[in-house]
């Protein structure tokens, strides 16, 4: 249950409320952590953002972002050599080495997972349920279908929003008992705080996002932000 303040005249706190968070700045030069600079994607952030933005177009929106994002995530994976034959001649051509997992953390992952697919699309997809309670923002998983066995050169954990960084670092952890030997997450926004303790907790890992923005509202919303990113994209508004 969450804590109770005086200043909240009984109600249960915020549980953003009165928490330091670190600036954008601050966490602007993080080892592994990439943040999109690219002229079309700020401007289909600005699209996605807007309020007027209606499911249908905010669900495509994810997508064409998950595949920009998809397209740079992917550009250090393993190449292994295949002899194939043109219409004209044979020749030795490269194709990606060992499989490549998906891992959308439900259900706004659903929209990245996606693009993904799109992207590559005899990717494995590994879903994963995690929901955050909003009054302790703590995660806890609901849904759970990762296979056991594991032939995977890389697994991308995808979630557009990393808040205070809790479903992500979860997800990471869960992954890792897995045995993956790499691990991404690839996420729309960032608010500093989330960043700064996935990137703590998981040094080892890549982070790719589309914004990082400025902080978390009291209740853990990220500002300016979009919303709820599975509530925009499914129509449960
Ligand atoms: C949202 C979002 C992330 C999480 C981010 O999911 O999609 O999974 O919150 O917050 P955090 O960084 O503070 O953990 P939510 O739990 O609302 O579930 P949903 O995807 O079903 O909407
Ligand atoms: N989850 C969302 O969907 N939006 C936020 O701003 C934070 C968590």
Redesign the pocket.
Known sequence: MAETNISSGGRPALPMQGVPQPSRNEVLGLPRVHISTHPVMAHKMTALRDKNTQPPEFYRLVKEIGALLAYEATSNLALESVAIETPMEPMIGQRLAGGIGVTP?????LGLAEAFREVIPDVQVWHLG???DENT?Q?MEYYNQLPHRVDLQVCYAV??????????IDAINILKRRGIPRLSYVGIIAAPY?LLKLSQTHPDIDIYIAALDESLNDR?YIMPGLG????RQFGTL
Not at 159 to 168: F, H, I, Q
């Open positions: 953390i439900l259900r706004a992952g995690l929901r955050r923002l995660a979630d557009p929003m990393l808040a205070t960084g809790g479903s992500a989330g853990g709820d990113a599975g509530d």
